[in-house]
């Protein structure tokens, strides 16, 4: 058979997308032509299967050099197929500006139509981080649970799409080379079958030996390799199962922690107590060799805990942490087995009480993979609890014309599509796109969390019922500014007719949510994200990570606290309940907002890249709040922005901003910072009408021939340094910002 024939369509087609209540997943089918000759997974060495898997390999290579962040193409490819051409109007310069933007809408609305899913969401690329994949590949092949050939062809497919230059790769997709992210894929790409008579495998082991080699690794580096049994346990600090059965009152108690961070301590602390590692395999002897400057026999692994390539480290690791391991490493040569047993049996059925409450799909990605380690090692391979995990594995990988890659959640489902809502409510265009509008009410609708965790207070969680995820229903994490989206786009949908009072989200459903958001605000006005601060600042002093900060424990945040006080002002202005509480909440939040203000007028945003972003919810929360338009906070805001508006209209911020702490300018225009400054400037009714017109010229000149907009630069953030990929904001934001000027200029 000769697949070289065959276009790339051909072979993205063999992937098909399934979504159901938020729930998504891709899976392989075979073609016509090899029906009847790929029977079993080892079918693939046949000569029509080598030669099917070469040719669609080729089909997915991307180029990085001309942006390392796919364009989701192919699950657009598939979408267009399924649903056909959007309706497009022409448009042309004689027109006036307002009416190309009308245009615009209408044309950028229909086409973001055809990628709205069935139950009313819109799904994605979500990917970006480089660590995600290979922690799954390592679960995989610790568990004996090998991905089906296909898939693995395009993890490879990815990882050397990926690969910098100098032959390393980043902590992310647009990130320099780092110890950990290139020990990391070279370690997934031998597990997948490379070696070293691969050119670009021997580039990776250069660069790995001349900087120091394995023992450089950071912290979650050096856990991974120890459970792949290519690293001693001994050369990691101890992870103490212990510190769970401490009491809770102690800042430092586990319990405290950031939610991400606490539930990744979790699994941490049962493989380290239970020094759980996969068998000595012959690829793991190999990599023994392969990944060190020294003899494996010969590392002096006491050292090593210390050791960490210069270049990897973001935060550095304080003297008060280095204290405090050597204290918790004394512990662990004199350990009670008693204790140990105790602890080791709490947090094991901690980890089946994330399973449960959320389905197996568990807070993130990366608790995810090392979850799945530990129910194996507990339940046993053929335990239905490890096979539900595996199941949920296909829950956060996501195909694109790069290859195939991990999310850095299950998805953004819940939050894509409450944007999307109040765009196009803002447009007041939901007339024109009713079952559009039917179907995000539907989706909202059905993710609100219908579900306290059982024993919620055993495991240092809160309630969640009447709260709204960031993903899915299944996922169950409430979050403040998610809680607070979902309900702010459900408020303004209840006044449309085409809204049915049956499925009404009305008081009743909202007030659970509005007690939550109420007592999630902190003592210093503002809101964090899943959960209150549950211990003071300095603990972030213990934070061993060296690649992120501010994961110690739970930080208020201006994006979270701007959400969350749109959303509680838009409910009170529709309900009496707890108007007073509102009131007073606000009044607290607008200091904290204004507190965080840097006296440039910008405020840092540590969910999106990054000024244009945190300015936009600084302006917008302090005008929910009741700051007029002429005040000195909002003023010194906008001209903020305004100081760095390009030539062209645009504005342009690299992820070098939120690494810096400092504005860094992209080197191109970018049409989602654009968005962002732009709907900031109109919400506070700037006057100077020259630079908003010019702004909007710029997205406008940007919109495609079908209405899509291009994938810019990465546009995503969290704890300062890992980015990540938001397909769905390069549609959202600029048709958002198009419309707020279509119907005030």
């Not at 204290?323 to 047993?341: A, F, M, P, Q, V």
């Not at 953030?717 to 200029?745: H, I, K």
Request: hydrophobic share 35%; aromatic share 14%.
């Amino acid at each position: 058979m000769n697949f070289d024939q065959k276009d790339q369509n051909y072979f993205w087609e063999t992937w098909k997308f399934h979504s159901k209540n938020g729930q998504q997943y891709w899976n392989f089918e075979l073609p016509e032509e090899l029906k009847g000759i790929i029977q079993s997974e080892s079918d693939w060495e046949k000569p029509e299967g080598k030669a099917f898997l070469e040719a669609f390999d080729r089909a997915f290579i991307f180029d990085k050099q001309v942006n390392p962040n796919s364009g989701d193409r192919v699950f657009r490819h598939i979408r267009n197929k399924q649903v056909g051409e959007p309706k497009i109007i022409s448009s042309d310069d004689s027109l006036s500006l307002k009416e190309r933007a009308r245009i615009a809408l209408l044309n950028g609305f229909s086409f973001y139509e055809t990628l709205q899913e069935p139950d009313g969401n819109w799904a994605g690329d979500y990917g970006g981080p480089l660590f995600l994949i290979p922690g799954l590949t390592i679960a995989s092949y610790v568990t004996g649970s090998p991905f089906a050939k296909p898939m693995q062809v395009l993890m490879k497919r990815n990882l050397w799409n990926h690969q910098n230059e100098d032959g390393g790769w980043g902590l992310h997709i647009e990130g320099h080379s780092t110890m950990f992210g290139t020990i990391m894929q070279y370690v997934t790409l031998r597990i997948l079958g490379e070696d070293l008579s691969n050119p670009d495998m021997k580039r990776a082991q250069d660069w790995i030996l001349k900087n120091g080699g394995a023992v450089q690794i950071p912290m979650w580096g050096k856990f991974y390799l120890s459970v792949l049994n290519v690293y001693e346990w001994k050369g990691n600090d101890s992870l103490l199962p212990e510190l769970w059965k401490l009491p809770k009152w102690l800042p430092f108690h586990p319990s405290k922690y950031w939610c991400h961070n606490r539930m990744l301590y979790l699994p941490m602390s049962y493989c380290f107590g239970n020094k759980v590692k996969g068998p000595e395999t012959e690829l793991v002897k190999e990599l023994r060799k392969e990944l060190y400057t020294e003899d494996y026999a010969t590392i002096n692994w006491k050292k090593a805990r210390r050791q960490a390539c210069e270049i990897d480290v973001f935060k550095p690791v304080s003297k008060w942490y280095t204290r405090l391991s050597h204290i918790i490493n004394g512990y662990e040569k004199i350990y009670s087995k008693r204790i140990r047993k105790s602890a080791l049996k709490y947090v094991g059925d901690y980890i089946d009480h994330e399973d449960l409450h959320t389905r197996y799909i568990n807070i993130g990605p990366v608790n995810q993979a090392m979850n799945s380690i530990c129910v194996w090692h507990k339940h046993g391979k053929d335990s239905q609890q490890f096979q539900n995990h595996v199941t949920r594995w296909n829950d956060y990988l996501w195909i694109a014309e790069d290859g195939a890659k991990m999310g850095g959640y299950n998805g953004s489902q819940l939050w894509d599509t409450a944007f999307a809502g109040q765009a196009l409510l803002e447009a007041d265009m939901e007339k024109d796109f009713p079952e559009m509008s039917e179907k995000i009410y539907h989706f909202i609708d059905i993710t609100q969390i219908d579900r306290d965790p059982v024993d919620y207070q055993k495991y240092c969680r809160d309630t969640t019922i009447g709260c709204w995820p960031f993903s899915t229903i299944d996922h169950a994490w409430a979050v403040t500014d998610c809680t607070s989206e979902g309900m702010k786009t459900a408020l303004l949908y209840n006044n449309k007719e085409y809204i049915s009072k049956q499925n009404l989200i009305g008081l009743e459903r909202l007030k659970p949510a509005v007690d939550w958001l109420l007592f999630m605000q902190n003592s210093d006005g503002g809101w964090a994200s899943y959960e209150k601060k549950r211990a003071p600042q300095w603990i972030e002093a213990l934070n061993p990570s060296l690649l992120f900060e501010n994961i110690m424990t739970e930080v208020t945040y201006t994006e979270c606290s701007s959400a969350t006080m749109q959303g509680l002002k838009e409910f009170s202005e529709n309900y009496d309940y707890r108007k007073e509480d509102i009131k007073r909440a606000l009044e607290r939040g607008a200091k904290f907002i204004q507190s965080k203000q840097d006296p440039d007028g910008s405020w840092y945003g540590c969910w999106g890249v990054c000024y244009t972003y945190g300015t936009w919810f600084g302006i917008e929360g302090l005008l929910a709040c009741g700051y007029k338009n002429d005040s000195p906070e909002v003023q010194k805001a906008c001209n903020f922005l305004l100081s760095k508006q390009r030539a062209d209209g645009s504005w342009g911020e690299s992820f070098e901003s939120c690494v810096q702490h400092k504005y860094i300018e992209h080197e191109d225009g970018q049409i989602i910072n654009a968005a962002w400054a732009l709907l900031a400037l109109m919400k506070a009714k700037h006057p100077n009408k020259a630079a908003i017109e010019k702004g909007i010229e710029f997205i406008l000149s940007r919109q495609e021939a079908n209405g899509d907009f291009p994938q810019e630069g990465i546009s995503g953030v969290f704890n300062g340094n890992c980015m990540e990929t938001y397909t769905s904001y390069r549609n959202v934001f600029p048709l958002w910002a198009v419309a707020r000027f279509y119907q005030n200029y």
